[in-house]
Each structure stands twice: as C-alpha cells, then as structure tokens.
C-alpha cells in the first residue's frame, strides 16, 4: 500500500531562516506528488505539484520542492520564511493513472516567529 | 465564492444518532473526493465519485457510512447510528477530468458526545 511519511510534526523557525520540510513516500510506479498548505483558520490549497518533466518544481510564495527518484522522496523548500508562512504542510502522492485519492502524511506545523 | 462548499460546518451530536453533510463542488468538476482528518493526521480518503458513479471505498468507509451523488453534482456524506470515533473533520475535494489539481472545502467538524 502506498504512504506517505513526513519527517517532523514540528517546525520552528525565526523569520528569515531557510525551510526544509521532508517527504518520503512508498510506491514503486509512477507517481504525481503535491505539497499542499493550511493556514490558520483555512481550507487546503495548492502549493505546488509533480508530475513529470523538470524534478525541481517551484510553487506559489516562494515554495519549491525536489522530486528525487532514487530517494523516493520530495523535499519542501524556502531559502527565507517568513512570519505568514505560519501553517501546516501536507505532502501528498497519487498513483499516476489510478482513481486519483491522493494519500496524505500527517503534516508538519511550522510556526515563524518574527 | 466559487470554491468548494460544505455544510454544516460544525455538528455536535450524541452517540447513537445519524447525521448528513453535504459537499457542493466547483460547477465544472465531474470528480467528487470525501476525505477524513483526525487531529494531528493528514486527511484519509474515503470515497471517490466520477459524475454520479461511485468508484472508489476505502475500507474505513464500514457499513455505517454512505455517500451519495444523485445528479452528479453535489453529494451527501451520511454516518448511521454515529459513535466517538467518528469524531473528526470531514472534508470534500472536487477536480476534473484527467491529472488534475483536488480543491477542497473547508470541511465539516463532527463531534460525537
């Protein structure tokens, strides 16, 4: 069965600092990958996807992830964060050509202090 | 506000009662996702609907859970004779056709007493 495993339930940082959240996942095909984001108070969204093409991936504000294959895995970076990016993060896997459920981790909580 | 709806948003309810949520998706979307967050989990899926066609359960969908999308359009998530482990928020995602991004409503936080 695939999962997904995310390497730190918590995160602190101060503002400025870089970001690196890990995912690994376990399937053996063709994967597509998310990151997606909860802020405080709202809905998942969308920080950005792999499907195929270039494995390193830049999303909105900021956020880029590498796929790495031989790792299984695909890392959420920032180079600097900033107070507002105060949220969960949720990696995420769908088999390529499946019914499209997508098969969650069970989050980092990154608080940035100012 | 064109994004995924889910209502109600908050339900208490005692054990043993039955309870419904409904999920209306963006317009366009032909697929409809209902997934289950428990705290400090990601969400987990639970069902999977193309148009009206319900094609995909997950095992943690028992007996006492049944979801439905008559139209194709919105869709109704019910839990029979509820119990505390069902305590958790509910969330529905929508997409369209092919490899395409899930977007998802703000859920429907249930609390069995």
């Known amino acids: 069965a695939q999962s997904v495993s995310q390497h730190n339930h918590h995160v602190i940082l101060s503002e400025a600092a870089s970001l690196e959240l890990g995912c690994n996942y376990s399937y053996g095909g063709t994967v597509n990958l998310f990151w997606y984001v909860q802020y405080p108070g709202q809905h998942l969204q969308l920080l950005l996807k792999y499907f195929s093409g270039d494995p390193l991936v830049k999303g909105i504000k900021g956020f880029e992830a590498e796929f790495i294959k031989s790792k299984f895995s695909f890392n959420l970076r920032k180079p600097s964060v900033q107070w507002s990016d105060t949220a969960e993060y949720f990696c995420?896997?769908?088999?390529?050509?499946?019914?499209?459920?997508?098969?969650f981790g069970a989050g980092t909580r990154l608080a940035v202090h100012p | 506000d064109t994004g995924v709806s889910q209502n109600p948003r908050h339900k208490i309810t005692k054990r043993g009662q039955n309870v419904t949520f409904r999920c209306d998706p963006i317009?366009?979307?032909?697929?409809l996702y209902w997934y289950r967050q428990t705290l400090g989990q990601g969400p987990e899926f639970l069902t999977y609907?193309?148009?009206?066609?319900?094609?995909?359960k997950s095992r943690l969908l028992s007996d006492r859970f049944s979801a439905e999308r008559p139209k194709g359009s919105f869709s109704t998530l019910e839990i029979q004779r509820t119990e505390q482990g069902d305590s958790a928020m509910y969330l529905c995602?929508?997409?369209?056709?092919?490899?395409?991004?899930?977007?998802f409503g703000p859920g429907t936080r249930l609390t069995v007493l």
């Open positions: 995602a929508s997409s369209s056709a092919g490899e395409s991004e899930q977007f």
């Open positions: 317009s366009e979307h032909n697929r």
């Open positions: 995420a896997v769908r088999s390529s050509g499946g019914y499209n459920k997508l098969i």
């Open positions: 609907f193309q148009n009206e066609a319900q094609l995909e």
